[in-house]
């Protein structure tokens, strides 16, 4: 009985805890101001640099990244040291990540270019602290396609670029977009790396994180308004990847709850 | 017709896989599990690449080209059929589907997908499927270990039948003497990477070069001293018993008898079998028409109404007759 209360006392004051800044957003912002708030030229600018830039490092991350976890799927010397330098930037601090971003392709960077505080700068800041989600995710797929049914297509005729397209890539599928939209939601979120790297100027390099922030300074109710947008996008990403995960045919590599 | 040539060494973990070999018809390849034999349809579908030799095909050298170059109809173990596609899709991967469904009898099929199939059916697909190939060589890999006993022989007939009218040259393993006899035309033992004996299933039970190729095909194999005695060789066997054989042989050797040339009775009869072993009944299994007798060290084929005449049941004691010519001898 003791127990039972302990228990859900604790899970009582955990889910309060996670849910009530959720709550208090939208005690603040009624249906009406949101949508009102939609209007406003700091929203509407940020949220269209937040998407172009997104959708441009996670286009990027796609095509680049999936060859790489292609090679990482297999397996070599010195794959195990590829795959922690992969996965590096999942649990370095976001500042580091700024500041390495700027020591390398800063104007007195190793590369010496002036891709700082430009809008490219949002999309490799954005692309590097979101790729190791999808790779690590694409890895895994990878790794779980039955290496018989590809020695069976080669055996059939196909060589390895057909073997890919017709067999591998579809059975990773599943995988593969599950960890995309992992990655898609936290490049959406990414703050730290960008305000260091590419600055906030509106309509330039101020996404819809940096709004909020430089919001709250001038105009609480606008920083709340897009506070509640990122949380229904963030939510509606969720959703759609936990859907992802409950229709793959292949074994999951995150452990995310899929109890309905 | 044309022929499959292989002479190769593919070191493998635990030892070297070393084989010299021509398939013009249906070869088995049998033995334990762990001789080398998966690897050795993996080194002709070019899976696997030999350290040394050559697979060449009709005068053609096929070593040194990825799978894709070879023309091979491989059917693996587990069928390896591409779970998103249909069964149609599948077959059609591999080149025009034409009359193969239904030649093969799953026309019925064609929309599902692998994961509705029965163990029979996805055979029959990847068989389908290695044929849409349009191969030189058919490989199979443990072409009815996948399957139930109850649908195991009915497949093994239809297999045998289909093999004879493809008319291809067949390299399958298995691990199952018996499988191997009813599909090949000649059955090679490998054990430990190395091909034992090649010959045809009536010659390698009738003349097994060794004592492991006899007790894999199915005989007894009792362990015993030869010397010559007079014309015949006597064998002093390790429980005590004497046997004879027309064989010749000398120190340690094995035994070779099989179940079919061993008679049983009761009581000790006079009759031309110079050999009589008597034994506590220690098994008395029904296969079909047949009982398998276990009686002391050797294992006896009699016929159902006999086993019943004579009252056959464990915990008895029988005496297990042979002939002295029914009896091979192999060195130990």
Redesign the interface.
């Known amino acids: 009985m003791i127990r039972r209360a302990l228990v859900a006392f604790g899970a009582l004051v955990a889910l309060g805890f996670l849910a009530l800044p959720m709550i208090a957003i939208f005690a603040r912002v009624s249906p009406a101001k949101l949508v009102a708030q939609l209007s406003n030229p700091v929203v509407t600018n940020a949220l269209v640099v937040s998407l172009k830039t997104t959708v441009i490092a996670q286009v990027l991350i796609l095509v680049f990244g999936t060859p790489a976890a292609y090679a990482l799927a297999r397996h070599f010397r010195g794959r195990g040291l590829l795959v922690t330098l992969v996965e590096l930037p999942l649990v370095l601090p976001p500042a580091v990540a700024g500041i390495g971003l700027i020591a390398a392709f800063g104007r007195f960077g190793l590369l010496h270019t002036s891709i700082a505080f430009t809008q490219t700068a949002v999309v490799l800041a954005v692309a590097f602290v979101s790729s190791p989600l999808y790779v690590r995710a694409a890895i895994a797929a990878f790794e779980t396609v039955?290496k018989?049914?590809v020695?069976?297509?080669?055996?059939?005729?196909?060589?390895p670029v057909k073997t890919f397209f017709?067999?591998e890539l579809?059975?990773a599928r599943s995988g593969l977009a599950a960890g995309e939209a992992l990655a898609f939601a936290r490049g959406l979120g990414e703050f730290g790396a960008t305000i260091m790297f590419a600055g906030s100027l509106p309509k330039v390099t101020q996404t819809l994180p940096l709004a909020v922030y430089s919001a709250f300074d001038v105009n609480f109710d606008v920083a709340l308004a897009i506070g509640a947008l990122l949380v229904v996008i963030s939510a509606a990403l969720l959703i759609i990847l936990k859907w992802l995960a409950s229709s793959s045919?292949s074994r999951f590599p995150f452990a995310l709850s899929t109890s309905s | 017709m044309a022929r499959l040539l292989l002479d190769f060494t593919l070191p493998l973990r635990a030892f070297d896989l070393e084989l010299s070999l021509g398939v013009e018809r249906t070869v088995a390849l049998v033995g334990p599990s762990g001789a080398g034999k998966t690897s050795v349809l993996r080194v002709v579908a070019g899976l696997a690449q030999p350290s040394r030799g050559r697979v060449a095909f009709d005068g053609e050298d096929w070593t040194g080209r990825p799978p894709e170059q070879r023309r091979v109809g491989f059917v693996f173990q587990d069928y390896a059929l591409f779970p998103h596609l249909s069964v149609r899709a599948n077959v059609a991967y591999a080149g025009q589907v034409g009359d193969l469904l239904e030649r093969l009898n799953i026309a019925s099929l064609a929309d599902a997908r692998p994961g509705e199939l029965s163990g029979g059916e996805r055979q029959r697909v990847a068989l389908a499927r290695a044929l849409a190939r349009k191969p030189d060589v058919l490989l199979l890999d443990e072409p009815l270990a996948a399957l139930d006993a109850h649908t195991k022989s009915q497949v093994r007939g239809e297999l045998s039948e289909l093999l004879r009218g493809i008319g291809l040259p067949t390299l399958l393993v298995t691990h199952d003497y018996e499988d191997a006899a009813s599909l090949a035309d000649e059955v090679g033992v490998l054990v430990d990477g190395r091909l034992r004996q090649l010959a045809s299933p009536a010659d390698l039970v009738a003349q097994p070069a060794d004592a492991f190729v006899a007790s894999f095909t199915g005989a007894n194999l009792l362990h015993g001293i030869a010397h010559a005695s007079q014309s015949l060789t006597e064998v002093q066997l390790e429980g005590g018993e004497r046997v004879f054989s027309t064989d010749r042989g000398e120190g340690a050797v094995g035994v070779v008898v099989y179940p079919w040339e061993i008679s049983v009775a009761r009581a000790r009869e006079d009759d031309s079998a110079l050999n009589a072993l008597r034994g506590e009944i220690g098994s008395v299994v029904e296969i079909g028409n047949r009982v398998r007798v276990r009686i002391g060290p050797v294992t006896a084929e009699v016929t159902s109404s006999s086993a019943a005449r004579l009252e056959l049941a464990r915990g008895g004691v029988a005496y297990a007759t042979f002939k002295a010519t029914g009896t091979r001898l192999v060195p130990l």
């Open positions: 039955d018989n049914l020695a069976a297509s080669r055996t059939l005729g196909a060589g017709r067999i579809p059975l045919t």
